[in-house]
């Protein structure tokens, strides 16, 4: 069970990034006291992690800078032209069949066109006239 308890450590020493990163703390401080020849030692054998952690400092800057927002521009850039293509063929069917193509929306929503000029009401009480409608005048909001 020595073997597997060895295998264990090692394979745990491989996932947890944080052992490598911690450890190059110490890498710092062995190369602040040290003399030239160690310094030299140290370069020669830490510079393939000091490489590979700069590749993956470089990647994670790159896509976050190029790759990520040519993905949401993309899929922007797709969006509109569907709401252009869609608009373009809703008006080229009305022109050339003289139908229109009507949205479902909301079935919640009744559609009823409103004029308050009608004169009369449904809602008058039994018996009685029906109240003078107030006229009401609507202003647009200043954009």
């Given at each position: 069970?020595?073997?597997?308890?060895?295998?264990?450590?090692?394979?745990?020493?491989?996932?947890?990034?944080?052992?490598?990163?911690?450890?190059?703390?110490?890498?710092?401080?062995?190369?602040?006291?040290?003399?030239?020849?160690?310094?030299?030692?140290?370069?020669?054998?830490?510079?393939?992690?000091?490489?590979?952690?700069?590749?993956?400092?470089?990647?994670?800057?790159?896509?976050?800078?190029?790759?990520?927002?040519?993905?949401?521009?993309?899929?922007?850039?797709?969006?509109?032209?569907?709401?252009?293509?869609?608009?373009g063929?809703?008006?080229?069917?009305?022109?050339?069949?003289?139908?229109?193509?009507?949205?479902?929306?909301?079935?919640?929503?009744?559609?009823?066109?409103?004029?308050?000029?009608?004169?009369?009401?449904?809602?008058?009480?039994?018996?009685?006239?029906?109240?003078?409608?107030?006229?009401?005048?609507?202003?647009?909001?200043d954009?």
């Amino acid at each position: 069970m020595f073997w597997f308890n060895r295998l264990k450590g090692y394979l745990m020493r491989l996932v947890k990034p944080s052992i490598y990163i911690s450890g190059m703390d110490h890498v710092f401080k062995l190369w602040q006291e040290s003399n030239t020849k160690e310094r030299g030692i140290l370069l020669l054998t830490f510079s393939p992690m000091f490489v590979s952690m700069g590749g993956v400092l470089f990647s994670i800057v790159y896509f976050v800078l190029f790759v990520l927002p040519s993905f949401l521009f993309s899929v922007l850039g797709w969006g509109i032209l569907t709401a252009l293509f869609g608009a373009g063929g809703k008006y080229c069917y009305k022109y050339f069949t003289g139908k229109e193509v009507k949205d479902e929306g909301d079935k919640n929503v009744i559609d009823v066109d409103f004029s308050e000029d009608s004169g009369t009401d449904t809602d008058a009480p039994e018996g009685g006239e029906a109240p003078a409608a107030k006229k009401t005048t609507h202003k647009k909001a200043d954009a």
